[in-house]
């Protein structure tokens, strides 16, 4: 995934990630959601700030914080409110407003691959399925078309998406399907 990330500019990222988000809000999940879980990006990842300062003031928004092995999902209120954290992501300063478990309707979650079951293969150190195992709101993937692969590796404790929104539309489980 690295080397066909690096095929692409900064600049056709951003564009790529533009339409990917524009798919996303037009999601009935997306639109009726007021509580959102979803990620301040790497670089290399869907590209989210534009994207989280056009909604913070309409949605309540609210951004991992890593804690040892663990997220903590915190209010986003400005940009006031991040610091750099953990592996140089933006993330909420650990004072914030923590989202209850069974407050947030949709998370968003990036991922390196996913696969036509939904499948997501993250970095490898577990943060998102442990948070994901706590959270009953509909699991969102987001990622380049690039990243949409037939098959990925998966261990009893991954959590599968409910949706994958990519540049070419929005799937889930029963619809992807790959050329």
């Not at 923590?98 to 036509?116: Q, R, T, Y």
């Amino acid at each position: 995934m690295a080397a066909k990330k690096s095929a692409f500019t900064g600049t056709e990222l951003l564009d790529r990630s533009a339409l990917i988000l524009n798919r996303l809000e037009e999601c009935p999940l997306f639109q009726s959601a007021e509580r959102v879980a979803l990620y301040h990006a790497l670089p290399g990842e869907v590209q989210t700030a534009a994207f989280i300062e056009r909604w913070y003031l309409r949605k309540q928004l609210f951004l991992p914080l890593v804690e040892g092995d663990n997220l903590r999902l915190l209010r986003y209120t400005g940009p006031e409110s991040l610091r750099k954290g953990a592996f140089g992501i933006w993330e909420p300063k650990p004072d914030g407003e923590e989202a209850e478990e069974d407050e947030i309707e949709l998370i968003i979650v990036p991922g390196v691959a996913f696969d036509a079951q939904c499948h997501r293969l993250g970095r490898g150190r577990g943060f998102y399925d442990r948070l994901l195992s706590s959270l009953h709101a509909p699991k969102v993937g987001i990622c380049f078309d690039f990243q949409l692969v037939p098959f990925v590796p998966v261990e009893p404790f991954d959590r599968q998406m409910d949706y994958v929104v990519a540049e070419r539309g929005i799937y889930s489980i029963n619809e992807i399907g790959y050329r």
